[in-house]
């Protein structure tokens, strides 16, 4: 948000007031409407330091502070707007009965607000924008599309069913990694005990002899050390560089590029998101497409709900070779994220005219591949969990009892 200085004309005196906007045009129709007098000019400023300093504090605070509607109640209330929206309903009498009915306090906030501003003569995707974090971006993007279509209580149909797919599919990686979490859960805690109470015991035992300690034996003292001495600190740290590190994701594009950038380097995370990602976005686009909307127009809207920002690079290359008259296949191809057989199916929908269905049966295949990656979840993540485990018990057998064992030897040699 860039920081901007608004002349008003009030009572006969000129009065400055600051705001926030992406740039002067919104600025300017920002100012309109919060201000009330004669608009002399909006210029954009050099934003003060205790200004710099309250932003900075609001943004954390909301970081902190703020949550997303709950999936299910937002699917629910999804569903009765478009029920109601069919039954011919205007919009603003819709949000404020389900604001009013729903039991959840950030659906009921964010559907009051929405109300609020189609009754100032907002467009709802255009309102919606304010809660892109709430709401999420397949939410603004399908009803971008019900009013380019003039279908919105078909578009909201399509959400809420997309909606409980993906919440389907969140359930199911929830189930997946039940198991290997408790897992390292209850190790972590066995680990924390052993650390707390048993290492500290042998520690005596290993002082009083003063015998020479091997490497993995030091280890599991230095964490003992640092566990009881400044255990309180590790986790008040700990706490503060998440809060950090949310903050400069939700606020800094660069870093949360970079964030996403190494999230796909990963592996087993990597093709979660990949195929996740192009799931939603064939799916989306299967629906614009089928809608009559134009390709290049899809495409955009398609891309908008993208959350991984290397993805949406790469594919926001796709418009851009469609406009310059390329075809869609070539501009998939260039993106290297698609298989050829992907590739030919496309090119085979646009040469025979039926690319709807076509991409309807690329959004099924990639929903195949998702729920594939999703279903073996567990099976993929047990190698990296064994080695985990082996690592810690290795870790407490070799620092507890090799120094048992060349004491004995000791012993035994002096025998």
């Known amino acids: 948000m860039t920081y901007f200085v608004a002349t008003v004309l009030t009572k006969g005196r000129k009065e400055q007031f600051p705001l926030y906007a992406n740039d002067r045009k919104e600025a300017n129709n920002y100012a309109k409407l919060k201000f009330s007098g004669i608009i002399i000019k909006v210029v954009e400023a050099e934003e003060p330091l205790d200004a710099k300093f309250i932003r900075f504090k609001t943004n954390l605070m909301q970081n902190i502070r703020k949550r997303k509607i709950k999936p299910d109640a937002l699917i629910a209330a999804i569903r009765q707007l478009a029920v109601m929206t069919n039954a011919g309903i205007s919009i603003y009498d819709s949000l404020n009965e389900i604001a009013s009915s729903t039991e ?92 707390s109470y048993v290492v500290p015991q042998f520690k005596t035992i290993f002082e009083e002899l003063g015998a020479n300690l091997p490497m993995p034996t030091l280890i599991l003292l230095k964490l003992e050390y640092i566990f009881n001495n400044f255990g309180p600190y590790v986790l008040a740290a700990i706490f503060i560089f998440v809060v950090v590190f949310k903050y400069f994701v939700n606020n800094s594009q660069k870093f949360r590029y970079g964030w996403h950038k190494f999230l796909l380097k990963i ?12 799931s939603r976005f064939t799916l989306v686009f299967s629906e614009l497409v089928r809608a009559g909307i134009p390709i290049a127009e899809a495409l955009d809207t398609s891309t908008s709900m993208i959350d991984s920002l290397p993805l949406k690079r790469k594919l ?15 501009g998939l191809k260039e993106t290297e994220l698609f298989e ?43 190698p990296i969990m064994l080695l985990i485990i082996a690592s810690m018990v290795l870790l407490l057998a070799l620092g507890i009892f090799l120094p048992m064992w060349d004491m004995g030897n000791a012993v035994q040699g002096r025998g």
């Open 316 to 330: 926001m290359t796709v418009r851009a070779t469609v406009e310059k008259g390329g075809t869609l296949n070539q």
């Open 104 to 195: 959840d306090e950030n659906l009921k906030f964010v559907f009051s607000k929405l109300a609020d501003d189609i009754n100032s003569g907002h467009a709802l995707s255009t309102s919606m924008e304010n809660f892109r974090f709430e709401l999420g971006n397949l939410t603004i993007a399908m009803v971008q599309l019900g009013e380019k279509t003039g279908n919105l209580d078909e578009s909201l149909y399509s959400l809420a069913n997309m909606l409980e797919e993906i919440r389907a599919n969140y359930i199911k990686f929830k189930k997946a990694m039940a198991y290997p979490r408790n897992v390292m859960i209850a190790m972590a805690i066995a680990f924390t005990i052993l650390i």
């Open 340 to 382: 050829n057989m992907i590739i030919q199916m496309i090119s085979a929908g646009e040469d025979s005219g039926a690319l709807d269905a076509m991409v309807s049966k690329v959004a099924d295949y990639y929903k195949m591949r998702f729920d594939a990656i999703i279903e073996g979840l567990a099976e993929a993540i047990e």
């Open 267 to 278: 592996y087993l995370i990597k093709n979660i998101i990949k195929f996740a990602t192009l």
